[in-house]
């Protein structure tokens, strides 16, 4: 989180839940922020006991980030949001209730975007994902999800040698994550709940920030295509060229 806990629509929806004061569930926050006025703020501002404050003092990886958490809490269940997903009490009681499961390693919610289509769980394919109009609840096979609203079993996770890629810092982080899961024939579980989350990609943002998305994005793709083998590697490189032609007015010229 790079902001106020107070701007943060996790934050507030949280609080408003019937689950903020639970015994059986905390709010762990971690601040990315650098601006010594907003952590300051943030650390002031929480004081809930069912809430906890974390910071390195640096803007780090979210790989690594997630990794620390999986590790440090390595016989619980960690829910990941980012500080914009808007949380409800029934995405809250599907995750508790998905825990007692023995099947259980991952689970996802449906994500639906501010222009009100789903966008995530979505089908793997060969250099990008495929959308689904709705997918059933349950397990599922050769499915990705971004990282918002994912529950994860730390233990079961830690047992299969399935981490973060600390490699990666911004855009992949989520599907390499569920490459590995489908690697090992891990099945995914699809929550029978719809969670509202805004996405960067349908924001207005200047070229300079769209052009660091853009780079980014083609760099781990790229890392993540030659993780899966050659095959993919090389039908990205070929998707890659057709893509880049496609934005060359986003990568030359001023910002």
């Known amino acids: 989180m790079i902001k106020k806990c107070i701007d943060s629509n996790t934050f507030n929806t949280f609080k408003n839940s019937k689950f903020h004061d639970s015994e059986n569930v905390e709010l762990h926050i971690w601040d990315n922020s650098l601006n010594l006025d907003i952590t300051e703020f943030n650390k002031c501002f929480i004081y809930d006991q069912n809430v906890y404050y974390h910071t390195s003092g640096k803007n780090e990886a979210l790989s690594i980030v997630y990794n620390k958490f999986i590790n440090k809490y390595a016989d619980d269940f960690l829910l990941i949001l980012d500080d914009d997903s808007e949380i409800n009490d029934k995405y809250i009681s599907e995750a508790i209730k998905l825990t007692s499961n023995d099947l259980f390693y991952v689970g996802v919610p449906k994500i639906i975007s501010q222009i009100g289509e789903m966008y995530s769980p979505a089908k793997f394919g060969l250099v990008k994902g ?38 990666l810092n911004l855009y992949g982080i989520d599907t390499d994550f569920f490459v590995s899961l489908n690697k090992k024939q891990i ?40 993780k899966r083998g050659s095959f993919y590697y090389i039908c990205f490189i070929i998707y890659m060229m057709l893509v880049y032609m496609k934005n060359v007015n986003l990568l030359i010229g001023r910002y």
């Open 130 to 167: 495929k959308h689904f109009k709705n997918i059933s609840c349950g397990f599922h096979y050769d499915i990705t999800a971004i990282s918002s609203g994912i529950i994860i079993n730390c233990n079961k996770i830690i047992s299969n040698k399935i981490l973060f890629d600390e490699k």
């Open 187 to 226: 099945p995914i579980y699809v929550l029978d709940v719809d969670i509202n989350h805004d996405l960067s990609i349908f924001n207005v943002e200047s070229k300079k920030t769209k052009r660091y998305r853009f780079l980014n994005m083609m760099k781990a793709n790229l890392y993540i295509s030659k």
